[in-house]
């Protein structure tokens, strides 16, 4: 089975290369690694391009025009390039460890998604790895050392709720998708990707969430078994809460089709 990973990247260089470089020890168990770019401007481009040539894995780099903050657009876009059965989404500012990828691999099950989560670095801790380089035995002593307690809380929620959407105890708007996470290409495509009407932040996720449950593709949590770090940046303008920007009124709609309009390809 090819296997394609779906890097989410805007202007972080350093945390790109963290990213890769996390993936070095793990690069048996993947074919190809699509760097998708939100539109960085043409010095970033050149500085993405030289750091990619620097591996020794696959590395492909795509671009779209920036307009606006736009996660759905972005990721469809890596897809796009993708030539894997098998897909798994990251964003630039995570770190995967030893055993991460491997459980994604063992759980994956066509008609199934996959979603993770991530314990959070400080700044001090991300400068840290920025200034003296990665050791992955480092970061499974970082990532065991800090609080499990949300991860306990979001594991346990989201057996649950996938069970009761199951059994028609809990309606699909009720699921959710976020961190990382992972899924066959033809369960991508069977929904048409993400919703490129999401643009700005936050919703794009719930909303594939909810369309693949919809559609029959269920989800497993491999939340407390995939683990992965998340380095320290800025907050993202409007990323607090999503629920009061402009994307919540869109998300709202009554009825959400199973297959959106305008994903991977452009149906209306």
């Not at 920025?130 to 970082?142: A, I, S, T």
């Amino acid at each position: 089975m090819k296997v394609s990973i779906i890097i989410s990247f805007y202007k972080r260089i350093s945390h790109l290369k963290c990213c890769l470089d996390a993936l070095v020890d793990a690069s048996s168990l993947f074919d190809e690694v699509i760097v998708s770019d939100d539109g960085s401007d043409a010095a970033t481009v050149d500085r993405v391009k030289n750091l990619i040539s620097q591996y020794p894995f696959s590395i492909h780099h795509v671009w779209q025009p920036k307009k606006g903050f736009r996660a759905a657009a972005v990721r469809n876009n890596g897809v796009r390039a993708a030539n894997g059965e098998y897909l798994i989404f990251l964003d630039c500012d995570f770190l995967v460890l030893p055993d991460t990828l491997k459980i994604h691999l063992s759980s994956a099950r066509p008609g199934k998604f996959l979603s993770g989560n991530f314990k959070i670095l400080s700044e001090s801790q991300t400068q840290h790895i920025f200034d003296n380089g990665l050791v992955q035995e480092d970061l499974v002593r970082l990532y065991n050392s800090l609080p499990e307690d949300n991860l306990k809380r979001d594991h346990f929620k989201f057996i649950t709720r996938t069970w009761r959407i199951r059994l028609g105890l809990a309606s699909p708007r009720k699921q959710v998708l976020g961190g990382h996470f992972s899924i066959y290409h033809s369960d991508f495509a069977k929904v048409n990707g993400f919703d490129e009407k999401f643009v700005g932040w936050g919703g794009e996720d719930i909303d594939l969430g909810i369309r693949l449950v919809t559609s029959g593709v269920y989800g497993r949590s491999v939340i407390r078994s995939a683990r992965i770090l998340h380095m320290w940046h800025q907050r993202e303008k409007n990323s607090e809460d999503w629920k009061k920007g402009a994307n919540m009124d869109y998300f709202s709609r009554k009825h959400i089709k199973p297959v959106c309009d305008l994903g991977l390809k452009k149906l209306a």
